[in-house]
């Protein structure tokens, strides 16, 4: 069960340089009025797609994936958002509803600011809202590159780059547990999950990386890179 914890004040976070360094004491101070910090275990769901929006959602600590039911029920993984990254940017400011769900994939801390507050605020504070649209624009140019980048690789291509996502951009080590099941790797890349599976134990033959249950080990870093770059 998600668990409510004595949050840190917004004047005294250390993420506050990421978007709120732009807000005078007393902003700052109805932010912290209007906000909670909530602990969630791996697996569970954070939002569920359709729910109405209440809350600006930022990513303290831990991992996230973000997914989509489609037309015919599957659901379909858009991304995976890692810690210091505020949560549905690109939907919170125009729509009513979520377009999406939120499912911690490992243990993770969440800050929930109110929705009417935080709009409040941008109304009255002109610089700060010119830092809000800066960030939904970097947000939006990263998923749209990231998309890009997979779409243009063939299969291996494909695997290699998540691989060294989640080596260099979340874990910052060669070795690591793959947070996703083989099926969410697959929709996350749209790929199948047969595939998914052959190409990895593809690159464990090859030696260049080790594999253990959900254990990962990139043992020949050059190598992955090029066939993430060339494939």
């Known amino acids: 069960m998600p668990q409510l914890l004595d949050h840190s004040h917004c004047s005294e976070c250390a993420f506050r ?30 939002i569920s797609q359709g729910e109405k929006i ?12 973000l997914s989509k039911k489609t037309e015919n029920g599957k659901d379909h993984i858009i991304s995976v958002a890692k810690p210091k990254t505020f949560i549905g940017f690109l939907t919170v400011f125009a729509l009513d509803y979520y377009q999406y769900t939120i499912t911690a994939l490992e243990e993770s801390i969440l800050c929930f600011i109110d929705i009417n507050s935080l709009k409040a605020t941008i109304s009255e504070n002109g610089t700060f809202a010119l830092d809000v649209l800066s960030k939904i624009s970097n947000v939006s140019d990263e998923i749209i590159n990231r998309r890009v980048d997979i779409c243009s690789k063939n299969l291996r291509g494909r695997i290699a780059y998540l691989l060294l996502f989640f080596s260099k951009k979340i874990y910052n ?6 947070p996703l099941t083989r099926k969410e790797f697959a929709e996350l890349i749209d790929m199948s999950t047969e595939n998914v599976i052959r190409i990895l134990s593809e690159f464990r033959k090859d030696g260049v990386i080790s ?19 060339f494939g």
Not at 19 to 45: C, H, P, Q, R
Not at 173 to 178: S, Y
Not at 211 to 229: D, Q, R, T, V, Y
């Open 173 to 178: 080590n060669n070795a690591f547990d793959l």
């Open 17 to 46: 340089s990421l978007l709120f360094e732009k807000l005078t004491i007393d902003e700052l101070l109805k932010m912290d009025k209007n906000k909670v910090e909530v602990l969630y275990s791996k697996g569970e769901k954070i």
């Open 211 to 229: 594999i253990s249950g959900a254990k990962i080990e990139i043992l020949n870093p050059e190598s992955l890179s090029m066939i993430a770059k």
């Open 54 to 65: 209440k809350n600006f959602v930022y990513l303290k600590k831990g991992l996230v994936k």
